[in-house]
């Protein structure tokens, strides 16, 4: 009997640096080897996605490729018993999207480790509606919370505000009951970041005034940090005596141009937070949390989604910073 055949979008290589985009129909014989093969429902956009299926350099290194670094559905099979057929999970990060097929297409096979039972409380739509971007900023308010940063301490800043992570984090901190400041270069967003929960929304431009100064001005409790570079540096010198900066993306820049005045004149901690590798348990964990008291209501009810065969628009304009909240991916056949 011939393998099921499924619908997924190819990235190819067409000529060097040239690169193209098809719906194509795959057979479920030519996935890599794996314990856990998974129906997938629904899939979720983020930069990383972008990188690859643009080709950009650093994400994918092998085309044809399948991008999607999130996937939720059922399992069809797990050969070493770790989950039952028709079980819903979810599978973020690892290698997924990045050089194993991913979420872009309508079958995965991983390795059993790479999954989580979707906990109660979340549809499999929500589960990537938060994705990467919510677990990631799950796992940075949890750095907060176990550096002892509490609601109380003051002003929590969040830089790239409208981008995944970044609308999130302002979600997440303004349940918990912190004081939300988020900083942006769209000022027509202000609304809706308010509509998330952040007291005060600063420009960018604004923000980065006089930021190649040795220290400013202090402020911050904590910060969550989705840009890097200058954004970043900016954030650490600004921030409190004893304050605590979570730093989890690259955006802005890889360089982070800034010297250890705020390390060992007002004792700043610079926590680093990866959604990619971590451990199974910290993941359980967090989406629990993020299941139940985390669970980010109005990130949820403003996600925007669209059917895979739709995504080729929303590559450029992830990539511009001109997309706000989270866009869930449709596998439904065509």
Not at 268 to 290: F, H, I, K, M
Request: charged share 20%; net charge neutral; glycine share 12%.
């Amino acid at each position: 009997m011939a393998a099921e055949r499924f619908d997924a979008l190819v990235v190819e290589e067409e000529a060097p640096g040239s690169f193209t985009r098809r719906i194509k129909s795959r057979s479920i014989d030519e996935l890599p080897p794996g314990e856990l093969l998974v129906k997938v429902r629904y899939s979720s956009l983020n930069y990383k996605d972008a990188l690859s299926a643009l080709g950009r350099p650093g994400v994918t290194k092998n085309y044809p490729h399948t991008p999607g670094i999130d996937a939720a559905g059922e399992v069809v099979s797990c050969s070493d018993g770790a989950f039952k057929s028709g079980e819903k999970v979810i599978v973020t990060g690892y290698d997924l999207g990045m050089n194993t097929p991913g979420g872009y297409g309508q079958y995965i096979r991983v390795p059993s480790a790479w999954g989580v039972r979707l906990p109660e409380g979340l549809s499999l739509k929500e589960s990537m509606a938060i994705g990467t971007a919510g677990l990631t900023a799950g796992l940075s308010l949890q750095k907060l919370v176990q550096a002892g940063v509490r609601p109380e301490h003051g002003e929590i800043l969040v830089t790239g505000a409208t981008g995944g992570v970044g609308s999130v984090a302002v979600t997440l901190l303004a349940q918990a009951g912190y004081q939300v400041v988020a900083v942006t270069g769209k000022a027509r967003e202000t609304e809706f970041l308010t509509g998330l929960g952040a007291r005060q929304v600063l420009n960018r431009d604004a923000f980065l005034q006089n930021s190649d100064r040795p220290l400013l001005k202090e402020r911050w409790a904590g910060v969550i940090d989705v840009v890097g570079g200058p954004m970043l540096a900016a954030a650490i010198k600004s921030t409190g005596y004893g304050g605590v900066v979570t730093c989890c993306g690259l955006a802005g820049s890889a360089e982070l141009p800034l010297n250890v005045f705020p390390f060992i004149l007002r004792g700043v901690s610079l926590l680093g937070v990866d959604s990619a590798q971590a451990p199974s348990t910290v993941r359980n964990e967090v989406w629990q949390r993020l299941a139940g008291d985390w669970k980010p209501q109005r990130i949820l009810e403003q996600v925007q989604e669209v059917p895979l065969a739709q995504l080729e628009q929303k590559f450029d304009a992830i990539l511009k910073g001109e997309l706000r909240g989270r866009t869930v991916v449709n596998l439904a056949p065509r």
